[in-house]
T-cell receptor, first 117, second 114 residues
Framework: GAVVSQHPSRVICKSGTSVKIECRSL??????MFWYRQFPKQSLMLMAT?????????EQGVEKDKFLINHASLTLSTLTVTSAHPEDSSFYIC?????????????FGPGTRLTVT | AQSVTQLDSQVPVFEEAPVELRCNYS??????LFWYVQYPNQGLQLLLK??????LVKGINGFEAEFNKSQTSFHLRKPSVHISDTAEYFC????????????FGAGTRLFVKA
């Protein structure tokens, strides 16, 4: 099946700094990528949808200036958490749909655990 | 607008017993339905999906689910669970409305006891 990777798997940063999370589709071209965040013992909340080469579409309540999403190529999307604060600590998961896979299935990355101190 | 309701937040069950995890959804258009499993500190793994055709869908690890359009349900079942099935299970609904969007239920924690 299609594989999606995320890097880093875990990151700890200080409050006020920015951190970038990468999401890569390893064996297919991802025309659309999604970013989710998951708080402990809660479900996945969709943050934004990004299509290659265009601006991301953010869900209501998600600050686009704080969570910068770039989808510059068909295999890479990045999420940058700017001026991170402890409340941004969460599990961030990306997913992708694309040409190589079933068009109605999302392939999920393993997630990135962000801890802001 | 779509929504997904998982009726049980936690389901404790003894090993080798059957289990059903319930999922109901609402949507104004045709939907695609999924069940995912998540182990601690890991991403999501697809158990099974319903896109069209037969309403009884079989997935990995002995799980199956049945799509019931009239009841807008997609309950997950397994006839005999193992300790290793202990995990969080998420029901998800995708619909195409000019863009592809998936919403997840709140999750059900399956706890299998020896």
């Amino acid at each position: 099946g299609a594989v999606v990777s995320q890097h880093p798997s875990r990151v700890i940063c200080k409050s006020g700094t920015s951190v970038k999370i990468e999401c890569r589709s390893l064996d297919f071209q991802a025309t659309t990528m999604f970013w989710y965040r998951q708080f402990p013992k809660q479900s996945l909340m969709l943050m934004a949808t990004s299509n290659e080469g265009s601006k991301a579409t953010y869900e209501q309540g998600v600050e686009k200036d704080k969570f910068l999403i770039n989808h510059a190529s068909l295999t890479l999307s990045t999420l940058t958490v700017t001026s991170a604060h402890p409340e941004d600590s969460s599990f961030y998961i990306c997913s992708a749909t694309g040409l190589a896979g079933d068009s109605y299935e999302q392939y999920f990355g393993p997630g990135t655990r962000l801890t802001v101190t | 607008a779509q929504s997904v309701t998982q009726l049980d937040s936690q389901v404790p069950v003894f090993e080798e017993a059957p289990v059903e995890l319930r999922c109901n959804y609402s949507s104004s258009v045709s939907v695609y339905l999924f069940w995912y499993v998540q182990y601690p500190n890991q991403g999501l793994q697809l158990l099974l999906k319903y896109l069209s055709g037969s309403t009884l869908v079989k997935g990995i690890n002995g799980f199956e689910a049945e799509f019931n359009k009239s009841q807008t349900s997609f309950h997950l079942r397994k006839p005999s669970v193992h300790i290793s099935d202990t995990a969080e299970y998420f029901c998800a609904v995708s619909e195409w409305t000019g863009g592809f969007k998936t919403i997840f239920g709140a999750g059900t924690r399956l706890f299998v006891k020896a």
